[in-house]
Every structure is written in C-alpha cells, then in structure tokens.
C-alpha cells in the first residue's frame, strides 16, 4: 500500500462551483499535513497547512481526520486560476515527508 | 526574505554523460536542503538531504550523488546518466525537517 494515495482525476468543474478531494495515508502516527500546488512544468508551492481543527485560508477549506487517515481539500467558488494539480503531504514521527500523486484540478469557463 | 535558486532549468544529456545541478539558498542560515526527482505522472521521491555541511542521507540506491560543500549550497551529481533519470529534479529546503518546503523551480533533464 502507498503511503499517500490520492485520486489522480481530473475534476472537471465549471467557474464558480465547489469542488473537494481526499488523500489517504497510511501511517497512522503521521504528525503533519500540507497541501501543496503545482501548476503545468512547474515547482510545487505550499497552499497551506492542515490542522487538527480544520482550517480555512479564503476559498480554501482543509480537514484532517486521524480516525480515518485522511485529509480534505475543498475550493469555494472555483476560479480559472484554481486550474493546477494539488498535492498532499504527510510528514511522519520521523519527519519524513511523503508526497501524493497529485490531484488533478481543471476549471472551465 | 529568504530564495532558492536552481540551475539549469532544462537539459538534455547524452546516456553515460556526467551530471551535476547546483541549488542554492539566500537569506537563511544551516537550512535543511533536499533533492526531489518527479517522473512524468507520478509523486515526489525524496533522493537525498543534508542538514548541514557535508552532511548527506540517501534515500534510495541509485547512480547519483549529492555533496554540500557550503552551509547553503547542494549539488547532485551523477558520473554516467542512464535514460531512467530522465525526470524533473527538485531542490527544496526547509528550516526544520518536517516544516513546510520551499522547493527551487526545477531542472527537467532529458537523457537521450
């Protein structure tokens, strides 16, 4: 089993609509979680971090759930420039970071 | 504010030609450094980090090598490239291990 599973898509979404999407991990003493952006032939950029709480950054919504070993990603009100494949991150106890496939976004006018 | 600066960002070798891809980082000091390989479709694999000078851990067998002479500066290195490390190379750093990454802009390296 992988240790970061994500569904590769892609979701296919018009402007304006709500999309969301999970990743798996496997090991259930993970620590940390992040999302991560990558545009087309380009490097990944942190989009933000994932809390025990659950967390918002504007249209951008996180979600951990430790029962179940997986976190969420949800974009509010999708913009063309939402358009990108989204990783997820799972950093274990011994701060190793293991990195998702990737998510795969489109935003259709 | 702290930058990351990766080079070359393409390049095409020839099969049994050497490598070498310098990443470095300004406006921090001990970072933790990192080299990524991202094949075409597929995640991150994590090839080596160092967290300080000449302080190197290899995450994977291969025929590459990494060194880090300066507190700031890490090179990956191959003596012969095989066409299987074609790929999109990944310099990243982070102050502690586990923290969140800045990653360099990449090299994408072609063995023909």
């Known amino acids: 089993r992988k240790e970061v599973e994500q569904d590769p898509g892609p979701f296919n979404v018009p402007e304006g609509a709500t999309v969301a999407f999970n990743c798996t991990y496997s090991?259930?003493?993970?620590?940390?979680f992040f999302w991560y952006r990558q545009d087309c032939r380009k490097e990944p950029k942190l989009l933000m971090s994932v809390y025990s709480s659950g967390n918002e950054d504007g249209r951008f919504t996180a979600q951990l759930n430790r029962a179940s070993q997986y976190i969420s990603l949800l974009i509010r009100d999708s913009k063309l420039s939402d358009s990108a494949t989204y990783l997820c991150v799972v950093v274990s106890n011994d701060y190793k970071l293991s990195f998702g496939a990737g998510t795969t976004v489109t935003v259709r006018a | 504010s702290q930058t990351i600066h990766q080079w070359p960002a393409t390049l095409v070798q020839p099969v049994g030609s050497p490598l070498s891809l310098e990443c470095t980082v300004e406006?921090?000091?001990?970072?933790?450094l990192y080299w990524y390989r991202q094949a075409a479709g597929r995640g991150l694999q994590l090839l080596f980090y160092?967290?300080?000078?000449?302080?190197i851990s290899s995450e994977v067998p291969q025929n590459l090598s990494a060194s880090r002479p300066q507190d700031r500066q890490f090179i990956l290195s191959s003596k012969k490239l095989l066409l299987s490390d074609s790929g999109f190379y990944l310099c990243a750093w982070s102050v502690t291990r586990g923290s969140g990454y800045t990653f360099g802009s990449g090299t994408r390296l072609t063995v023909v």
């Open positions: 160092s967290v300080g000078i000449g302080q």
């Open positions: 406006g921090t000091s001990n970072p933790n």
């Open positions: 090991n259930s003493a993970s620590q940390s």
